[in-house]
């Protein structure tokens, strides 16, 4: 959050162009593009107050070229659209630099940004990061992982200096508390938690953020800022003097089956067909099964004028305390997990799997489709929309997710997206999301979007107190309402049709325990300032 608070610019790009005889290529894995003229453009996202960003590039002559090529000029453009000077005007900077000329830095910089270069490269190939900057996680053995870190850790520039940049480096690989070689270690730290920490380690080294209070190099960025200080000991303060939430009501889990991580990978077969199976709770063909959705909700969905007894649904934020506004309705305080009135998942044009291997965009999906699901092909039995503006959602790959909403990269074990990354965006536009037929496995209750699978409303995992088989407290999907089938089609059934997909408002919390309660039929009232709550 102190980092988005101290974002100076937005959707940076850096075009660097130089005579055809020379070979310019990015040594930290930036997103970029080689155009057709031989420039390199990347792809820097945001910049932050107090903060430089460092481009490190390798430059060489071309094929059959002689080293006097180099003795040329480089044109390099950046362009970047400040936060607060309007909405998409964009400023620009030009600069040529001669390749021959030296460069002013003092060695021992020079040295630290080429380590970050070692390391960006180092964890890009271990991870297998493709040359568009999306993070793939494949297996890679031990000995491979070792081997290649014991070969970064002979050849790293900044084992040489004892400036405090270099050192941070260095601490990572062979400190008293080495992060890199500490995940690398052994099958288990690298698989449980290691592999998803070295992803945000290299891209906090890409794009220079604070993103982690264990990783010595991170901390060096945004050191030198006041703003983002400033921003980082409030809303540390802000957290650490917040009361201890008083827990709430003991609820049961709504149909969530005791054995599901058990038989995880029997429903995790795509070519299983789940929806043929009649015994109860597993559905069967499409149309019994929504008729059986139907009845089960029968008295939680009173008929409108102009409205069918359809249905559809709204992932969540995670809950934060709050105080009650003038309708009664509860709000989030800014600093917390939730504090979004917005809590719809997936952004417009999120790509979704369909059966039988066919994809759709995720505001192309209608009441009657069939969706993949850990569980096998499932029912869709209704969408909302709803329209956001301003609102921080994190970008995983292809997928752009509200920060609380549940993914999982092995439909097992779930996180936070907003942990997984530490480029949050500011986002405006629509937003979807998804209720499925009644089942009662809480792995019918996903839906494979861009390689991840998501949680759907009404999943089942509703206990907030027990953690047995994976579920509960420790389970980011726990949550007493959005886990509750029932009471999820109870609060949305008002909700007014409208092109195919429901609509929404934003949510209701309770003012007791702050939880998320409902959604809203209609835009929240504004305060006496004017400004929406």
Not at 17 to 23: A, F, L, Q, R
Not at 202 to 219: E, I, N, Y
Request: hydrophobic share 35%; aromatic share 6%; glycine share 10%.
């Amino acid at each position: 959050m102190a980092n988005l608070r101290s974002t100076y610019a937005t959707r940076a790009t850096l075009r660097v162009s130089c005579t055809k005889n020379i070979i310019i290529s990015d040594d930290l894995g930036q997103r970029g593009d080689v155009t057709d003229d031989g420039s390199l453009a990347l792809y820097l996202g945001n910049i932050q107050y107090g903060q430089s960003r460092d481009i490190v590039l390798k430059v060489q002559p071309a094929p059959y070229e002689a080293a006097s090529a180099l003795d040329q000029y480089v044109d390099a453009k950046v362009t970047v659209r400040p936060v607060l000077e309007g909405l998409g005007m964009a400023k620009t900077g030009n600069t040529v630099t001669c390749l021959a000329d030296k460069s002013r830095l003092p060695e021992g910089e020079l040295a630290y940004h080429a380590s970050r270069g070692y390391i960006c490269s180092f964890l890009a190939e271990l991870l297998g990061a493709e040359a568009n900057g999306d993070i793939l996680i494949p297996l890679v053995d031990l000995e491979t992982r070792l081997e290649n870190f014991d070969s970064l850790f002979h050849e790293i520039p900044a084992r040489e200096y004892n400036d405090e940049l270099n050192r941070s480096l260095m601490k990572d690989l062979d400190g008293a508390k080495p992060q890199i070689s500490t995940a690398l270690g052994s099958d288990e730290h690298y698989e449980s938690w290691g592999k998803h920490y070295l992803a945000g380690l290299l891209s906090a080294h890409v794009r220079q953020v604070c993103s982690s209070s264990q990783a010595a190099g991170p901390l060096q960025y945004g050191v030198n800022s006041r703003l983002f200080n400033s921003c980082r000991h409030r809303l540390t303060r802000a957290y650490n003097t917040m009361p201890r939430p008083k827990p709430a009501a003991k609820v049961t889990r709504s149909g969530a089956c005791p054995t599901a991580h058990r038989d995880a990978r029997v429903y995790n077969n795509a070519t299983s067909h789940m929806h043929n199976v009649t015994e109860p709770g597993h559905g069967g063909d499409a149309a019994s099964t929504k008729e059986k959705s139907s009845q089960v909700l029968e008295s939680a969905m009173p008929t409108m004028r102009g409205q069918t007894k359809s249905f559809n649904a709204m992932d969540r934020n995670q809950d934060g305390r709050n105080e009650p506004d003038d309708d009664g309705d509860s709000q989030a305080t800014a600093m917390t997990p939730g504090a979004s009135q917005n809590a719809a998942c997936f952004a417009h044009g999120t790509p979704l799997a369909l059966e039988a291997g066919a994809t759709a965009e995720v505001q192309d999906l209608r009441s009657g489709n069939m969706v993949q699901t850990l569980a096998g092909p499932r029912l869709v039995v209704g969408v909302l929309r709803t329209f956001v503006e301003n609102e921080v959602l994190c970008r995983l790959g292809d997928v752009l997710v509200t920060a609380w909403h549940p993914v999982s990269f092995d439909g097992v074990v779930w996180y936070f997206p907003v942990h997984l990354t530490v480029d949050p965006i500011m986002y405006t536009g629509d937003v979807y999301s998804i209720l499925l037929e009644v089942d009662s496995s809480p792995f019918a209750h996903t839906v494979q979007v861009g390689g991840l699978w998501g949680t759907t409303l009404g999943h089942g995992v509703t206990s907030v107190g027990a953690s047995g088989g994976g579920e509960g407290a420790d389970d980011a999907r726990a949550h007493p309402f959005f886990g509750d089938y029932v009471s999820v089609c109870d609060k949305i059934a008002v909700l007014r049709p409208m092109n195919g997909a429901y609509q929404c408002y934003g949510v209701t919390r309770d003012q007791r325990t702050g939880l998320v309660n409902g959604f809203r039929t209609c835009q929240p009232k504004p305060d006496a300032s004017g400004a929406q709550p």
